[in-house]
């Protein structure tokens, strides 16, 4: 399904590398036989055909077939790939993702889209608080971000207090997720073990 506003998108995969939790890159955690990344690519492609990587390791994803770009400014964490994503679009938004969401929702994806004008970001509310690297981002936030960045201050809730936020709370979202897994991000071996038992679940 194309969206309205697909052409206007420029969809990013924050993909920073080792995880110091995981100790292994996150992108490429084998689900249902294939890495993550690329399930979120094919999910990201049916958005929009504007693709980003942002990553200070472009060779690991090369065979993508995807624009990979280097963060402008290390060591930011996502902050800076976000600054990396809305600097390098020629588009007026840009959804961001992680690189470790398993269950990423393209209806959900799609819901942001369609509210996504008129305001700085649009960002799902999960039982345990917002989600900022399941959002949509527009140029907008561009010299905020810049500022917040020159002032050290890299937490994406702290800038989302001087931004027009446009939050998709569980009622909306969570018809669109029965699993309610839209959100599960691996951060350790256990959320890995989690999301195989998930889909094992789901297979039998």
């Known amino acids: 399904?194309?969206?309205?506003?697909?052409?206007?998108?420029?969809?990013?995969?924050?993909?920073?590398?080792?995880?110091?939790?995981?100790?292994?890159?996150?992108?490429?955690?084998?689900?249902?036989?294939?890495?993550?990344?690329?399930?979120?690519?094919?999910?990201?492609?049916?958005?929009?055909s504007d693709l980003l990587?942002?990553?200070?390791?472009?060779?690991?994803?090369?065979?993508?077939?995807?624009?990979?770009?280097?963060?402008?400014?290390?060591?930011?964490?996502?902050?800076?790939?976000?600054?990396t994503a809305l600097s390098l679009t020629e588009h007026s938004h840009v959804l961001v993702t992680a690189c470790d969401l398993p269950f990423l929702n393209l209806r959900i994806l799609q819901k942001m889209t369609t509210v996504m004008n008129g305001s700085d970001v649009v960002v799902p509310r999960s039982n345990y608080g917002l989600e900022p690297l399941c959002a949509i981002y527009n140029q907008s936030c561009l010299p905020i971000i810049k500022y917040a960045?020159?002032?050290?201050?890299?937490?994406?809730?702290?800038?989302?207090?001087?931004?027009?936020v446009h939050q998709i709370p569980p009622k909306v979202w969570q018809?669109?997720?029965?699993?309610?897994?839209?959100?599960?991000?691996?951060?350790?071996?256990?959320?890995?073990q989690l999301a195989k038992k998930f889909i094992d679940a789901k297979t039998t």
């Not at 942002?54 to 930011?76: A, K, W």
């Not at 050290?152 to 702290?158: A, C, D, E, I, T």
């Open 175 to 192: 018809p669109l997720d029965p699993t309610g897994h839209a959100f599960l991000n691996l951060n350790t071996s256990e959320d890995y």
């Open 149 to 164: 960045i020159s002032q050290g201050k890299l937490s994406l809730f702290q800038l989302f207090k001087q931004l027009k």
């Open 1 to 48: 399904m194309t969206m309205g506003n697909s052409q206007k998108i420029t969809a990013a995969i924050l993909a920073g590398g080792k995880s110091q939790r995981m100790g292994t890159n996150k992108a490429f955690l084998l689900l249902n036989g294939e890495p993550i990344i690329s399930s979120t690519i094919t999910i990201l492609r049916k958005i929009t």
């Open 53 to 83: 990587i942002v990553t200070n390791h472009p060779n690991l994803y090369e065979e993508f077939q995807v624009t990979v770009v280097r963060d402008l400014q290390r060591g930011l964490g996502p902050m800076g790939a976000i600054l």
